[in-house]
C-alpha cells in the first residue's frame, strides 16, 4: 500500500525527532539553545511573519511545542527542499534528517557526492534541482538504493569526524553523530 503525501512526511518527520532531543543549551552547539531540533539560531534566520509577531528569544524556543516543530520542518526544510519529490521515502528521510542536523547545503552535497560515487553524474553544488532528484529517483528505479545509502552514511560519518578533528570541543557530540549517521 502506498503511502500518502502526508503519510510519509509524518513518516520523515518522526525519523528526525528521533535523533533530535527535547530542550538542549550547549555552549559548543553553534545553534544555541535548541528544542525538537529547532534552534534559536535558525528561528532566528527565518521570517518571522511565521510566528504571528512573537518575539523570538530563549524563552520562545524553550515554549516550543512538538506541533510547532512538525510544522517548521514541514514549512522550512520538508516542502522548501522538495523531499517529497524523492520517490524513495528511506532516501528521503535520510537526506532530510540529515540537512536538519548539518544544514541543507552540507547534506545535499553529501547526496551529490554520493551520486557520484555511484558513477551517476550530478554537478555538486548542494543544491536539490531537478537534474538531482532526477538522479535519486533513479537511484531506486535501478535498485541500488542499498548500495545508495551505505554510500551516505560513510561520507556523513567522515563529515562529522572532520569536524570533530577541527574543533576537539565537538568530541561529546560523536557518539550521538556516528549513531544518526549509521541510522
Not at 525519523?15 to 543549551?25: A, D, F, I, P, S
Given at each position: 500500500m502506498e503511502l500518502t503525501p502526508e503519510e510519509r512526511f509524518q513518516s520523515a518527520v518522526s525519523?528526525?525527532?528521533?535523533?533530535?532531543?527535547?530542550?538542549?543549551?550547549d555552549k559548543y552547539d553553534?545553534?544555541?539553545?535548541?528544542?525538537?531540533?529547532?534552534?534559536?539560531r535558525f528561528l532566528k534566520s527565518i521570517n518571522e511573519n511565521f510566528?504571528?509577531?512573537?518575539?523570538?528569544?530563549?524563552?520562545?524556543?524553550?515554549s516550543l511545542t512538538k506541533g510547532q516543530a512538525i510544522e517548521i520542518y514541514r514549512r522550512f526544510w520538508w516542502d522548501k527542499y522538495h523531499y517529497e519529490a524523492i520517490?524513495?521515502?528511506?532516501?528521503?528521510?535520510?537526506?532530510?534528517?540529515?540537512a536538519v542536523n548539518m544544514g541543507p547545503g552540507g547534506a545535499h552535497i553529501i547526496a551529490q557526492k554520493?551520486?557520484?560515487f555511484l558513477d551517476i553524474p550530478v554537478v555538486i553544488d548542494g543544491i536539490l534541482?531537478?537534474?538531482?532528484?532526477y538522479a535519486l529517483n533513479k537511484v531506486s528505479i535501478e535498485g541500488r538504493k542499498e548500495?545508495?545509502?551505505?554510500?551516505?552514511?560513510?561520507?556523513?560519518?567522515?563529515?562529522?569526524?572532520?569536524?570533530i578533528e577541527r574543533n576537539k570541543n565537538l568530541y561529546k557530540f560523536r557518539r550521538g553523530w556516528?549513531?544518526?549517521a549509521n541510522d
Open positions: 525519523y528526525v525527532l528521533k535523533h533530535e532531543g527535547g530542550l538542549t543549551n553553534r545553534g544555541g539553545i535548541t528544542n525538537f531540533g529547532i534552534s534559536l510566528f504571528e509577531g512573537e518575539t523570538i528569544n530563549s524563552d520562545y524556543v524553550k520517490n524513495d521515502l528511506d532516501i528521503a528521510k535520510k537526506i532530510f534528517d540529515t554520493t551520486l557520484n534541482g531537478p537534474k538531482t532528484l548500495s545508495y545509502l551505505r554510500a551516505f552514511r560513510t561520507l556523513q560519518k567522515n563529515y562529522y569526524l572532520l569536524l556516528i549513531s544518526r
